[in-house]
């Protein structure tokens, strides 16, 4: 059995220092990846060992596969642990990493390729009782013939790119005549965003809630899921708020939903950890959405709840352990919520935010968990993802969690750049999430601006007040427009990224 002594991990900021903690308290060494824009991060100085991979842009870094696996092996790693974006879901580089004579920390390079594309997912998991979205389960050659089965299925239906991920390469067409044209927007985007033109069509469920499960399996043929995780609240088809347990599953349709994933995971010979997504319509049908073949932003909220530690767990895998538990052995405890603090404005669309964090505190307390890799005085990188931190909170009970996550966003300090926080607490606060009734619609329907809380208006009010109007007027406007330079700069290069 493969001993791991020294791991490298090809991420960058809060995935790549919660990997490494896991690693430390097992005695494994570690080794981080930086690339220039990131030389003073957290996650660097955390290392035992770190190394620059190149200038700032993801291209000529963190996406570097060879040159990553030549560092590892130049520093005398024996496993690599992608992280989430990045090279995560991407075949060829486990399998480079596995040709090197190093452990891919991670499913097979076969699982990923069967997962990474959405329609090929579909078809491998046709013969294991999942029930799927109804759809077509070829790429789309012939826009007559798609136009067929729309009908077929009834408007509205989304156009989805099989390639697609992180919310992108989405279009929902609404009636008949606008299919052509929608059709071949899908089909560009498509091809400029993931390098592969390929759409197929899905019933636009109105509206569903999101809820993944998370599995586990070892290299021994044993699976087990640690229930789900609901994650409907999401702008731009991307989550930013996300629990678990859900508030509205009965135990049945969360053992039903269990056993479909694990069929899932069956269906391509999964190991390691990975989350089956799906979509429930208001009768609690669920439906097969897509497969990530790695570990998920919001895997925390299953740590809480299951007492697990996922990084380890996978690290133990990967080492070709068998699993230490069973599905017996797994129950839920407590409640746990996960918001997402983004450097992006609620106010504006949620468009990403730049600056520095000039103030920079983080909540404490009982039952509260931060992941991040950031400080005061930092400035956030525009070539990456704009998270700043994971905000978690823990409790015995929705209601208790609900409060104390309330309670931490208060405690945040973050000033210098627009963050999702206020966005959050408006949705912690709402009557509709309370209720847990709430489905993927509910940034659409209830969120307004206007709506945010007004605390920071007050302060604004005052600070005009003292300082006189005129003075504050001017150098708001200075810094508004040199930010909007700036912000212009930034969202096209976050545009340009490639997933
Ligand atoms: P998860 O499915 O784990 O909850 P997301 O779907 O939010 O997470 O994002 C998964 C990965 O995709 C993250 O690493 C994130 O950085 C990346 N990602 C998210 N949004 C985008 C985007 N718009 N463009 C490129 N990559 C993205
Ligand atoms: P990605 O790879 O970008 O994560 P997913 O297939 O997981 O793509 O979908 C992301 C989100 O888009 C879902 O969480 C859900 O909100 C919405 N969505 C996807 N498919 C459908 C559908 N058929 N009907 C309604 N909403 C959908
Ligand atoms: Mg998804």
């Not at 005549?177 to 965003?193: I, P, Y």
């Not at 949705?427 to 993927?440: A, N, P």
């Given at each position: 059995m493969p001993e791991i002594k020294k791991i490298l991990v090809a991420n960058r900021g809060e995935i790549s220092l919660r990997i490494m903690r896991s690693a430390k308290e097992m005695g494994i060494k570690t080794v981080a990846v930086f690339s220039e824009a990131d030389r003073f991060s957290p996650h660097v100085r955390f290392a035992d060992e770190a190394v620059c991979i190149g200038p700032p842009p993801s291209s000529s870094s963190y996406l570097l596969g060879e040159k990553i696996i030549e560092e590892a092996k130049n520093l005398g790693a024996d496993a690599i642990h992608p992280g989430y974006g990045f090279l995560s879901e991407n075949a060829s580089f486990a399998q480079k990493v596995q040709d090197a004579g190093l452990?891919?920390?991670g499913p097979s390079p076969f699982s990923i390729e069967v997962m990474g594309d959405k329609l090929s997912a579909k078809q491998a998991v046709k013969d294991f009782g999942v029930p799927l979205v109804p759809g077509t389960d070829e790429?789309?050659?012939?826009?007559?013939?798609?136009?067929?089965?729309?009908?077929?299925?009834?408007?509205?239906?989304?156009?989805?790119?099989?390639?697609?991920?992180?919310?992108?390469?989405?279009?929902?067409?609404?009636?008949?005549?606008?299919?052509?044209?929608?059709?071949?927007?899908?089909?560009?985007?498509?091809?400029?965003?993931f390098g592969n033109g390929s759409v197929f069509i899905e019933k636009f469920i109105t509206s569903p809630k999101h809820i993944e499960i998370q599995i586990l399996g070892d290299q021994h043929g044993n699976l087990v899921y640690l229930f789900e995780r609901e994650c409907s609240i999401q702008r731009r088809h991307q989550k930013v708020v996300e629990e678990?347990?859900?508030?509205?599953?009965?135990?049945?349709?969360?053992?039903?939903?269990?056993?479909?994933?694990?069929?899932?995971?069956?269906?391509?010979?999964?190991?390691?950890?990975?989350t089956v997504e799906?979509?429930?319509?208001?009768?609690?049908?669920?439906?097969?959405?897509?497969?990530?073949?790695?570990?998920?932003?919001?895997?925390?909220?299953?740590?809480?709840?299951?007492?697990?530690?996922?990084?380890?767990?996978q690290i133990l895998i990967a080492s070709g352990k068998p699993l230490s538990f069973g599905q017996d052995d797994l129950q839920i405890n407590g409640h746990a919520i996960e918001i997402r603090v983004y450097a992006e404005n609620p106010k504006n669309n949620f468009l990403p935010d730049i600056g520095k964090l000039s103030t920079y505190i983080r909540p404490q307390g009982p039952g509260v968990r931060v992941d991040d890799a950031f400080e005061k005085g930092m400035d956030i990188p525009i070539y990456y993802d704009p998270m700043i931190a994971k905000l978690i909170t823990f409790a015995e009970s929705r209601e208790k969690a609900i409060a104390r996550m309330i309670r931490a966003i208060d405690e945040y300090q973050i000033t210098g750049i627009e963050t999702t926080l206020s966005?959050?607490?408006?949705?912690?606060?709402?009557?509709?999430?309370?209720?847990?009734?709430?489905?993927?619609k509910f940034v659409e329907t209830f969120f307004e601006p206007k709506k945010l809380?007004?605390?920071?208006?007050?302060?604004?009010?005052?600070?005009?007040?003292?300082?006189?109007?005129?003075?504050?007027?001017?150098?708001?406007?200075?810094?508004?427009?040199?930010?909007?330079?700036?912000?212009?700069?930034?969202?096209?290069?976050?545009?340009?990224?490639?997933?």
């Open positions: 452990i891919f920390i790429p789309i050659t012939s826009i007559p013939e798609a136009k067929k089965i729309a009908l077929e299925i009834g408007y509205p239906i989304l156009i989805k790119a099989s390639a697609g991920g992180g919310g992108k390469g989405m279009r929902i067409v609404e009636s008949e005549e606008d299919f052509e044209e929608q059709m071949q927007r899908a089909v560009s985007e498509a091809q400029s965003a678990a347990p859900s508030a509205t599953l009965t135990p049945e349709i969360r053992e039903a939903m269990g056993k479909a994933a694990v069929g899932v995971a069956k269906a391509c010979d999964y190991y390691g950890a990975g799906f979509i429930v319509d208001n009768q609690l049908n669920f439906y097969f959405l897509e497969m990530n073949t790695r570990l998920q932003v919001e895997h925390p909220v299953t740590e809480m709840i299951t007492g697990k530690d996922l990084v380890k767990e966005f959050c607490r408006f949705v912690l606060q709402h009557e509709e999430f309370i209720s847990g009734k709430f489905d993927t809380n007004i605390k920071l208006t007050q302060e604004e009010t005052s600070i005009t007040a003292a300082l006189g109007v005129m003075i504050f007027e001017k150098s708001r406007k200075n810094h508004q427009e040199n930010k909007e330079k700036k912000l212009a700069a930034a969202n096209s290069n976050w545009n340009k990224r490639k997933h």
